[in-house]
């Protein structure tokens, strides 16, 4: 049976998650980590993916789930999801009212969202593609 966990990424970490970040999404602007929280999830001891958070430019009460990827050999395992309820349990614990997120292209994570409870809607002031789908969850 395989293992994982999902650990706090801190300053030591950025490198891990840029390379992560390079493999999983290589079409993507890089993120900052230096901003929001993230999470590094290892599958018996290799690095299987990452996560992260930060607060919404637009509302107080908002955490947005800014990035996430499984590496290929490491999905269908229901990683994804595990990366959504941890980030909505430190947005419990940080007293946040909402979790937002977007996909765009991308059945599988927005699958994932559903099955955590998220429900689309449309933002007054959308961030993304014309063709983006907005999510949010009221905690």
């Not at 800014?66 to 959504?84: D, S, T, Y």
Request: proline residues 6%.
């Amino acid at each position: 049976m395989k293992s994982y966990s999902i650990e706090p990424a801190d300053a030591s970490g950025v490198a891990l998650l840029n390379h992560l970040q390079g493999l999983i999404l290589p079409d993507d602007r890089p993120a900052d980590h230096r901003i929001g929280l993230w999470w590094v999830v290892e599958e018996d001891g290799q690095p299987a993916g990452f996560c992260g958070v930060h607060p919404s430019v637009q509302w107080g009460d908002t955490l947005y789930l800014c990035r996430a990827g499984v590496r290929e050999e490491f999905r269908g395992r229901g990683l994804q999801r595990k990366m959504i309820q941890l980030r909505e349990r430190a947005a419990r614990r940080l007293g946040f009212r909402w979790l937002i997120s977007d996909t765009t292209d991308n059945p599988a994570s927005a699958n994932s969202l559903i099955g955590c409870g998220f429900k689309t809607f449309t933002p007054s002031r959308p961030w993304g593609w014309k063709h983006t789908i907005y999510w949010r969850k009221e905690l």
